[in-house]
Protein backbone atom coordinates (compact mmCIF):
# COMPACT_ATOMS: atom_id res chain seq x y z
CA UNK A 1 0.00 0.00 0.00
CA UNK A 2 0.74 3.41 -0.31
CA UNK A 3 3.70 4.91 2.38
CA UNK A 4 1.22 7.43 3.40
CA UNK A 5 -1.43 4.99 4.91
CA UNK A 6 -0.69 1.51 6.67
CA UNK A 7 -2.49 -1.67 6.06
CA UNK A 8 -6.49 -1.41 6.12
CA UNK A 9 -7.91 -4.69 8.03
CA UNK A 10 -10.59 -6.07 5.72
CA UNK A 11 -12.39 -9.53 5.17
CA UNK A 12 -11.53 -11.35 2.30
CA UNK A 13 -15.10 -10.31 0.82
CA UNK A 14 -14.70 -6.97 1.04
CA UNK A 15 -11.69 -6.73 -0.40
CA UNK A 16 -13.46 -8.40 -3.33
CA UNK A 17 -16.06 -5.94 -3.11
CA UNK A 18 -13.50 -2.85 -3.61
CA UNK A 19 -12.38 -5.02 -6.50
CA UNK A 20 -15.29 -5.37 -8.23
CA UNK A 21 -16.12 -1.85 -7.39
CA UNK A 22 -12.88 -0.55 -8.69
CA UNK A 23 -12.94 -2.85 -11.91
CA UNK A 24 -16.00 -4.51 -12.50
CA UNK A 25 -17.01 -7.69 -13.61
CA UNK A 26 -17.36 -9.71 -17.02
CA UNK A 27 -21.43 -9.17 -15.92
CA UNK A 28 -21.28 -5.47 -15.17
CA UNK A 29 -19.07 -1.79 -15.19
CA UNK A 30 -16.85 -0.17 -12.31
CA UNK A 31 -18.79 1.27 -9.91
CA UNK A 32 -21.70 -1.00 -9.61
CA UNK A 33 -22.30 -1.11 -5.38
CA UNK A 34 -25.03 -3.51 -5.85
CA UNK A 35 -23.24 -6.09 -8.50
CA UNK A 36 -20.30 -5.65 -6.80
CA UNK A 37 -21.70 -6.46 -2.99
CA UNK A 38 -23.75 -9.50 -4.53
CA UNK A 39 -20.24 -11.02 -6.12
CA UNK A 40 -18.62 -10.49 -3.21
CA UNK A 41 -20.50 -11.97 -0.63
CA UNK A 42 -22.53 -14.35 -2.86
CA UNK A 43 -25.86 -13.50 -3.30
CA UNK A 44 -27.99 -14.40 -6.24
CA UNK A 45 -29.57 -10.79 -7.48
CA UNK A 46 -32.24 -12.80 -9.32
CA UNK A 47 -34.51 -12.96 -6.18
CA UNK A 48 -35.51 -8.85 -5.99
CA UNK A 49 -35.13 -9.58 -1.77
CA UNK A 50 -31.81 -10.45 -2.10
CA UNK A 51 -31.47 -7.62 -4.75
CA UNK A 52 -32.96 -5.04 -2.75
CA UNK A 53 -30.08 -6.38 0.60
CA UNK A 54 -27.15 -6.21 -1.93
CA UNK A 55 -28.49 -2.67 -3.05
CA UNK A 56 -28.96 -0.95 0.45
CA UNK A 57 -25.74 -3.38 2.01
CA UNK A 58 -22.99 -2.06 -0.87
CA UNK A 59 -24.50 1.09 -0.58
CA UNK A 60 -23.74 1.08 2.98
CA UNK A 61 -20.29 -0.61 2.51
CA UNK A 62 -19.15 2.41 0.35
CA UNK A 63 -19.35 4.65 2.76
CA UNK A 64 -17.54 2.93 5.18
CA UNK A 65 -14.13 5.04 6.23
CA UNK A 66 -11.93 1.60 6.24
CA UNK A 67 -13.19 0.73 2.94
CA UNK A 68 -13.12 4.28 1.70
CA UNK A 69 -9.09 4.31 2.58
CA UNK A 70 -8.38 0.64 1.00
CA UNK A 71 -9.86 2.28 -2.27
CA UNK A 72 -8.59 5.28 -1.99
CA UNK A 73 -4.55 3.15 -1.44
CA UNK A 74 -5.75 0.81 -3.90
CA UNK A 75 -6.32 3.36 -6.60
CA UNK A 76 -3.19 4.86 -5.87
CA UNK A 77 -1.15 1.44 -5.82
CA UNK A 78 -2.37 1.40 -9.27
CA UNK A 79 -1.89 4.16 -11.11
CA UNK A 80 -5.32 6.11 -10.48
CA UNK A 81 -3.96 9.26 -9.16
CA UNK A 82 -4.71 13.14 -9.32
CA UNK A 83 -1.32 13.11 -12.30
CA UNK A 84 -2.87 10.02 -14.32
CA UNK A 85 -6.55 11.40 -14.00
CA UNK A 86 -5.49 15.17 -14.57
CA UNK A 87 -3.72 13.79 -17.66
CA UNK A 88 -6.66 12.00 -19.33
CA UNK A 89 -9.06 14.53 -18.49
CA UNK A 90 -6.59 16.87 -20.52
CA UNK A 91 -7.21 14.14 -23.66
CA UNK A 92 -10.56 14.38 -23.20
CA UNK A 93 -11.32 18.45 -23.31
CA UNK A 94 -8.39 18.83 -26.50
CA UNK A 95 -10.24 15.28 -28.70
CA UNK A 96 -13.57 15.71 -27.62
CA UNK A 97 -17.02 13.09 -25.77
CA UNK A 98 -15.83 10.22 -24.23
CA UNK A 99 -18.75 9.19 -21.82
CA UNK A 100 -17.07 6.70 -19.89
CA UNK A 101 -13.60 8.29 -18.79
CA UNK A 102 -15.47 11.49 -17.62
CA UNK A 103 -17.70 9.34 -15.77
CA UNK A 104 -14.60 7.05 -14.22
CA UNK A 105 -13.14 10.46 -13.71
CA UNK A 106 -15.97 11.88 -12.00
CA UNK A 107 -16.59 8.86 -9.23
CA UNK A 108 -12.42 9.22 -8.90
CA UNK A 109 -12.91 12.80 -8.16
CA UNK A 110 -15.74 11.93 -5.31
CA UNK A 111 -12.99 9.20 -3.79
CA UNK A 112 -10.48 11.53 -3.41
CA UNK A 113 -12.80 13.90 -2.61
CA UNK A 114 -10.90 16.58 -4.79
CA UNK A 115 -14.89 17.51 -6.10
CA UNK A 116 -17.18 18.27 -2.92
CA UNK A 117 -20.92 18.27 -4.19
CA UNK A 118 -23.35 20.67 -3.45
CA UNK A 119 -26.44 20.03 -0.93
CA UNK A 120 -29.74 21.77 -0.30
CA UNK A 121 -30.12 23.72 2.30
CA UNK A 122 -33.36 25.22 4.23
CA UNK A 123 -33.45 27.32 7.49
CA UNK A 124 -31.16 30.15 8.69
CA UNK A 125 -27.90 29.97 7.98
CA UNK A 126 -26.96 33.01 10.23
CA UNK A 127 -25.64 35.65 7.75
CA UNK A 128 -24.32 39.30 8.79
CA UNK A 129 -24.43 42.17 6.46
CA UNK A 130 -21.44 44.58 7.11
CA UNK A 131 -22.30 47.67 5.78
CA UNK A 132 -18.78 50.13 5.17
CA UNK A 133 -19.75 53.48 4.56
CA UNK A 134 -18.05 54.77 0.71
CA UNK A 135 -14.73 56.73 0.83
CA UNK A 136 -14.35 59.97 0.51
CA UNK A 137 -12.57 61.80 -2.12
CA UNK A 138 -9.91 64.08 -0.88
CA UNK A 139 -10.51 67.22 0.72
CA UNK A 140 -14.15 65.83 1.63
CA UNK A 141 -15.61 66.21 4.99
Not at 20 to 26: K, P, Q, S
Not at 28 to 55: H, L, V
Not at 72 to 91: C, I, K, T, V
Not at 128 to 137: E, F, N
Request: a negative charge; one cysteine or more.
Amino acid sequence: MTEENTEIELTLPQKSFVDYYLNGDDDFRMGNATRSYAKAFNYDITDDKKANTCASEGSKLIRYPNIKVYMRQHLEDNGWNDEAMDSRLRQIAYKGKDADAVNAIKEFNKLKQRIIDKFEHEGNIGITQILVPPKKAEGEQ
